[in-house]
């Protein structure tokens, strides 16, 4: 079986536990700040974000049965389907990315994000 076919099989039954650390969160973005959830699963994080005031949530996901569940349990995220390698939002437009997966929480923020991808890059023309 996929990756994908799992999510999507996994999708209505599925529950995350792994906590999200809120309060180290907070120290490092502000609630106005533009924040992706990559693989966000059904949004549970993005909706703990909302829960404390965050306003300007995206979650990206590749199980479309994810996706539809969080859109029906939380109308007023902004959950997507990606689909191929692209991340489909303009350049510049996210402050912090989440990343949670294997029991660990990361997160990214812009001043950070543009260090790794500016290393990124040096590395990879070098």
């Given amino acids: 079986m996929e990756q994908k076919d799992y999510w999507n ?3 209505a039954k599925k529950e995350f536990t792994t906590p999200f650390q809120m309060a180290k969160f907070e120290q490092y973005v502000s609630k106005e700040a533009a924040i992706l959830d990559v693989g966000c699963g059904y949004g549970r994080t993005l909706n703990e974000l909302y829960q404390a005031g965050f306003i300007n949530l995206t979650g990206i996901d590749f199980s479309k049965g994810m996706i539809e569940r969080g859109r029906n349990q939380f109308p007023y995220l902004e959950l997507r389907v990606k689909e191929g390698a692209a991340i ?15 029991s660990r929480t990361f997160f990214l923020t812009k001043i950070c994000l543009d260090a790794v991808l500016t290393s990124f890059v040096l590395t990879e023309s070098s």
């Fill in 9 to 11: 099989e996994a999708a």
């Fill in 88 to 102: 489909e939002l303009p350049d510049q437009s996210i402050d912090a990315v989440i990343l949670l997966f294997l």
